[in-house]
T-cell receptor, first 110, second 115 residues
Framework: NAGVTQTPKFQVLKTGQSMTLQCAQDMNHEYMSWYRQDPGMGLRLIHYSVGAGITDQGEVPNGYNVSRSTTEDFPLRLLSAAPSQTSVYFC?????????FGQGTRLTVV | AQTVTQSQPEMSVQEAETVTLSCTYDTSESDYYLFWYKQPPSRQMILVIRQEAYKQQNATENRFSVNFQKAAKSFSLKISDSQLGDAAMYFCAYRAGGATNKLIFGTGTLLAVQP
């Protein structure tokens, strides 16, 4: 049972490039989320999904897109990377109370 | 809007001693959950303990326990018999009940454990 799997673990992008952070869970969880973690700010919600085909914006959605075509996968797309998007990104899933997190992706935009 | 405040950016404890990490929150909801997450240098977010707001009894998980003061909106974490492996960043988090998916995190407390 792999839990929540994020790829890649590290990524360097140039300003203006696009990329997709992958997130997959094998626990059949309905709820999935993307957070970003910045120094001194804790984790902040980017986008979330309550089931396949349903997504909504969180606290800091600008510059990011998501889709949820299957229960298992919830990719996060950066449309045109900016230095302000340098951060550590976490994907999480949950069914009832507890959220399970992936190991994070450290993204640097230069 | 709901907020979570951790007023201790850093704490230090001697091995085998007890330490308490503070957390306060603000909400107008009556149904919610509170969590403490541990983030070691590996970056993995690990759930330490959770508390349902409707439960009066404080949650306990082995050496970890909470002091949940609902009226004061306080949710502190006590670590007993501290071990070197407890050294990490600790985040307090809140989630309203129901279908919401939004976890609101505090800014974290970095705990150092001295041998």
């Amino acid at each position: 049972n792999a839990g929540v799997t994020q790829t890649p673990k590290f990524q360097v992008l140039k300003t203006g490039q696009s990329m997709t952070l992958q997130c997959a869970q094998d626990m059949n969880h309905e709820y999935m989320s993307w957070y970003r973690q910045d120094p001194g700010m804790g984790l902040r919600l980017i986008h979330y999904s309550v089931g396949a085909g349903i997504t909504d914006q969180g606290e800091v959605p600008n510059g990011y897109n998501v889709s949820r075509s299957t229960t298992e996968d919830f990719p996060l797309r950066l449309l045109s990377a900016a230095p302000s998007q340098t951060s550590v990104y976490f994907c999480a899933s949950r069914r009832q109370t507890e959220a399970f997190f992936g190991q994070g992706t450290r993204l640097t935009v230069v | 809007a709901q907020t979570v405040t951790q007023s201790q950016p850093e704490m230090s404890v001697q091995e085998a001693e007890t330490v308490t990490l503070s957390c306060t929150y603000d909400t107008s909801e009556s149904d919610y959950y509170l969590f403490w997450y541990k983030q070691p240098p590996s970056r993995q977010m690990i759930l330490v303990i959770r508390q349902e707001a409707y439960k009066q009894q404080n949650a306990t998980e082995n050496r970890f326990s909470v002091n949940f003061q609902k009226a004061a909106k306080s949710f502190s974490l006590k670590i007993s018999d501290s071990q070197l492996g407890d050294a990490a960043m600790y985040f307090c988090a809140y989630r309203a009940g129901g279908a919401t998916n939004k976890l609101i995190f505090g800014t974290g407390t970095l705990l150092a454990v001295q041998p």
